[in-house]
């Protein structure tokens, strides 16, 4: 899809339906109550054709017409005004976003989206756990308040009321860059993923650059700054690293590196250092002629069945397959 034909897509979207449709369902999703309203628990998005989308990253178009209730979801969401405006709540807080406008809102965090019009278009980006990875978040600033609210979401016990709002003013760069990703994701081609996380990015690292932010949390700690550097190197060090380089290279206790990791990012230093390595060999798989064997070493396993085994575990397909489907 080119970015001259987003508008006319977007606006063509018949949603009168889909929302009687949500709202049918609504009662089974019933979480509590704030301030005398119901608040649901939304776990899943769904696509145009009401299925749940499974990837890690779902996107969205709010139905002209709703109102989305009070709710929490335990992905972290980001709300964007492609077009017009809309009037996001979180708990007793109301926020205007206009044009150009986006809202990060963390998971577990009460909030909802007042009635929009039909010449409004609000997209919502649903950003799952897992979509984090070593990779995505090591190559943010380490000390950028984009980075340090990532990170703060991978906590398993996140509080609530956690948000960020960018008021942009129009900013060119940020709608082409939105424009983009929209595209790309309702195109769904080859390397849509890859293509997708790099325009995010971009995205992150102008808005870190930005002084626009309107709230600003707490001061980063060292802990949130340690797990980016160790995440970074992991991934530049993922062929042969460990725990005792880790610990050697930024005076930790491995024991300490290794709690940090799994309360941080939910995850072991085994696992994220098997994501890292499967995730290279991907690129191996698919843009060279080395053999499985050879990019088993390559990426640091020894046996190549071990790495088989590792790869189906993340994949769950063999690399031989994976190569198949997936290279040009």
Not at 72 to 81: G, K, Q
Request: aromatic share 12%; with cysteine.
């Amino acid at each position: 899809m080119k970015s001259s034909e987003l508008a006319e897509y977007l606006e063509s979207q018949e949603h009168i339906q889909e929302w009687i449709n949500i709202k049918n369902v609504l009662p089974t999703l019933l979480k509590g109550n704030f301030n005398g309203e119901n608040v649901y628990e939304f776990n899943y998005v769904l696509d145009t054709n009401k299925k749940i989308i499974d990837s890690n990253i779902g996107v969205t178009q709010q139905p002209y017409d709703s109102i989305i209730p009070y709710h929490t979801h335990n992905y972290v969401e980001i709300i964007y005004v492609y077009n017009g405006n809309c009037s996001v709540v979180i708990e007793d807080k109301i926020f205007q976003l206009h044009q150009g406008e986006l809202i990060f809102i963390d998971k577990n965090t009460i909030h909802k989206v007042k009635q929009i019009n039909k010449n409004d278009i609000v997209i919502n980006f649903a950003l799952k756990k897992d979509y984090f990875s070593p990779s995505f978040l090591s190559r943010l600033s380490n000390h950028s308040i984009v980075s340090n609210f990532l990170i703060k979401s991978l906590v398993n016990q996140q509080s609530a009321n956690s948000y960020l709002l960018f008021r942009q003013s129009r900013d060119v760069d940020i709608e082409m860059i939105m424009s983009n990703i929209l595209c790309e994701y309702y195109s769904k081609q080859i390397y849509t993923h890859e293509i997708i996380e790099s325009y995010l990015i971009i995205l992150f690292s102008i808005l870190i650059r930005s002084n626009t932010i309107s709230n600003q949390p707490s001061g980063t700690k060292r802990n949130d700054t340690s797990i980016i550097s160790f995440l970074n190197y992991i991934e530049e060090n993922y062929q042969n690293c460990n725990l005792k380089k880790i610990a050697d290279t930024f005076g930790f206790h491995p024991n300490y590196i290794s709690y940090l990791l799994k309360t941080y990012t939910g995850k072991t230093f085994s696992e994220l250092l098997k994501l890292q390595r499967v995730h290279q060999a991907t690129i191996l798989l698919t843009n060279t002629n080395l053999s499985i064997s050879e990019i088993s070493e390559e990426v640091g396993y020894s046996s190549v069945s071990f790495f088989y085994k590792k790869f189906a575990e993340v994949y769950k397909i063999s690399p031989k397959n994976y190569r198949n489907k997936f290279s040009l």
